[in-house]
């Protein structure tokens, strides 16, 4: 199993948890904290992800391309 994917199972994990902690009715605080806990583990993925992808993208100039879009699209710049 590579990084990506190890992190991205334990956020999977993460939703699980706060799925239940939703379903079971718990502190709503302690839900939020775990959403934000989880937004900031895709987050650290996500950067990892583009981390690698740019360094592959600067070697062609149409995946450059391409590698430019998705971050405008990502951070809304026009």
Do not use: H, W
Not at 18 to 26: F, M, P
Not at 27 to 38: P, S, T
Not at 42 to 64: F, H, I, M, N
């Amino acid at each position: 199993m590579d990084v990506v994917t190890g992190k991205l199972n334990r956020v999977e994990g993460q939703v699980r948890g706060i799925k239940r902690l939703y379903e079971e009715k718990q502190d709503c605080l302690q839900v939020v904290q775990q959403i934000v806990a989880a937004r900031q583990a895709l987050a650290r993925v996500a950067k990892d992800l583009l981390t690698g992808e740019a360094v592959q993208c600067s070697r062609s100039p149409k995946k450059q391309q391409d590698f430019d879009k998705l971050l405008k699209s990502l951070f809304d710049i026009t």
